[in-house]
C-alpha cells in the first residue's frame, strides 16, 4: 500500500505524506503508475460533460492536466531537450540536464507540447467518445514509462533518480500490464492495439536517445516518455476521427 502512496505522491499533487520510503517501496511504485494514470484519465473525461465552447473544454483539460501532475513531466522533457541538444559531450550534456534553468530548447518544446496538446485536445472533444481517449491515454502513458524501467536493467549505484526505479520484476511489469488492460475494455480490436505500439514505441526512442546522448535513462527521460506517449496518443485520437 505504501508503494501505491509514493506513487501518487511521486506523480501527482494529491497530498499524500510518504515519509521514510525504502528504495524497494519506491521501486515497486512503478507498478501502480498507470492506475494513478487511471484516476487522472477519470478526472479528465468528466470534463467532456462541462457545457460550455469546446475550445475552452480544451483549455481548461489541458491547465488541469498540467497542474494535476506538476508540469513534472514537462520538466523533464525540457530538461532533455536542453541538455540532448545544448551539449558537446556526455559529461556536458548530463550537466545541463541537471541545471534548474530552463534553455531555449527546452521552452521551444515545451510550448510547441502544450499547443499541440491543446490543437489535438480541440478536435478530439467534439468525438462523442473522447472520454474514452481521455480516459486510457494517461494510462497508457505511465504504462510506457513501466516499459522503460523493466528493459533497462537497475544501476549497479545510485546515479540519479531513475536508478531506483529500473530494472523492475516480471511481475511489477505484470501488475502495471493489468492495470493497464482495466483501462482497455473501452477498446477493441485495431485500437487498442495501436495505442501499445504507439506507448511501446516512445518508450524505446527515449530510451534509446537517451543512452545516446548521456549514456543512460535518467529521470527526465522518464518525464519525456510520459509527455510524448500522450501527445502521440492524442495524434492517433485524432487519426481515428478522420
Known sequence: MRSLFIAFSTLTILPIPVNKWTRSELKNSVAFYPLVGGILGILLALNTLWSIPTSLKSLFTLIFWI???LAFHLDGLADCLDGWLGGKTIKERYRIMKDPSIGVYGTVGITSIILTKY????????????W?????????ARWAVTCSCFFNPASPKNSGLASFFLGQSLLSFAISTFFLSLGSIFFFGWVMTWILI??????????????IRIGKLNGDGLGATIELTETCLLFLAYLKSL
Do not use: D, K, Y
Open 132 to 140: 474514452r481517449w481521455l480516459f486510457v491515454i494517461p494510462m497508457a
Open 119 to 130: 490543437v489535438l485536445l480541440n478536435q478530439l472533444l467534439f468525438q462523442a467518445e473522447a
Open 67 to 69: 497542474v494535476f501532475t
Open 198 to 211: 504507439t506507448s511501446v514505441a516512445i518508450s524505446f526512442i527515449i530510451n534509446w536517445l537517451s543512452h
